[in-house]
């Protein structure tokens, strides 16, 4: 790991939990208390400035999300897409054209795909076969958080970013 500090702006589904924790820790090592929940990423790397970043987020609705499908990434990741995810797109476009030096995901990709993660490594078929049985899955994108890589392996709440309730 870079002795840089990271940060990820993410929108969290505490809801999804009981569901995705299971199949991460299981496939990845990921355990609740390293500190990131069931989310889809908005910006990663992202700045560790949580004015403007609230700015860039006024105003942004809160929404019903659906999940009924699972996907996989050709790097060997388990997915479940989000319905709608515009939204989701939208939010991501907007930090990028704001902080145009924090490419999502580093410009790994020449495309964002909105997802949320339930397995990456190993146990891939037995985590989709598993969740498939849980879909529709259904949250509420209520706002975003801001997280900071405290260690290698914990991940520390910095800010929230409240959605508009409607």
Request: hydrophobic share 45%; aromatic share 10%.
């Amino acid at each position: 790991m870079s002795s840089e500090p990271e940060h990820v702006l993410l929108v969290p589904f505490p809801e999804l939990a009981g569901v995705v924790e299971p199949w991460l820790e299981h496939s990845a090592g990921a355990r609740p208390f390293h500190g990131i929940p069931p989310h889809v990423t908005l910006l990663f790397p992202c700045p560790n400035e949580p004015a403007r970043i609230g700015e860039v987020l006024a105003g942004a609705e809160a929404f019903e999300v659906e999940f009924r499908e699972l996907r996989r990434f050709p790097q060997g990741v388990v997915y479940l897409a989000p319905e709608p995810a515009d939204p989701f797109r939208e939010l991501t476009r907007r930090l990028a054209e704001r902080f145009p030096g924090w490419l999502p995901f580093r410009g790994e990709f020449a495309e964002v795909v909105p997802h949320l993660t339930v397995a990456w490594g190993e146990g891939l078929d037995e985590a989709e076969e598993a969740v498939a049985r849980e879909l529709p899955l259904r949250g509420r994108a209520r706002g975003a958080a801001l997280l900071d890589r405290a260690e290698s392996e914990r991940w520390e709440h910095l800010a929230s970013f409240p959605f508009r309730e409607g």
